[in-house]
């Protein structure tokens, strides 16, 4: 059995989940706006939502797009497991994002108020998901003989 998994196809299981995800909750952050849910505290709510998935998908999008711009291919990989924690971390997070933001219509506090008493649970869970993504997607590329520069001579 294989308990390894290519760096590259980790880290499109876990921009598929990101980006899928959070697009839709964006949209109906979006849709909420525009239907005036938020009322006058719209910048607040923005202000709230940005951060719960901004950073992640920006984080992913440079490393993919920095890796697409290289000419060979990226033969590093990962456990297996390390990979499987990560995603289903990922996917409990979005779950609990997505449950704040949904059952919002049905909590006795005003949203912006249920929004950031939401922060109790979301930062501590985004730190924790945000360093086994940061892992995936920040880890060097080891340099091989051939691309290694030697020092120039003074």
Not at 13 to 28: E, P, Y
Request: aromatic share 14%; glycine share 8%.
């Amino acid at each position: 059995m294989n308990d390894r998994i290519l760096l590259s196809e980790a880290r499109w299981g876990l921009s598929k989940i990101w980006f899928i995800w959070g697009g839709m909750l964006f949209l109906i952050i979006v849709i909420q706006s525009i239907f005036g849910r938020y009322g006058e505290q719209v910048k607040e709510a923005w202000s709230w939502f940005i951060p719960t998935i901004v950073p992640t998908l920006s984080l992913m999008m440079g490393v993919l797009g920095a890796e697409a711009m290289l000419s060979n291919d990226d033969v590093r990989n990962v456990k297996k497991n390390f990979y499987i924690i990560t995603w289903w971390l990922s996917f409990g997070y979005l779950l609990v994002l997505s449950v704040t933001i949904l059952l919002e219509p049905f909590a006795p506090m005003k949203t912006i108020d249920l929004y950031l008493l939401s922060n109790f649970w979301l930062s501590p869970f985004q730190g924790i998901v945000g360093g086994g993504v940061a892992l995936l997607f920040t880890s060097q590329r080891k340099e091989s003989p051939a691309e290694t520069v030697p020092p120039a001579a003074e």
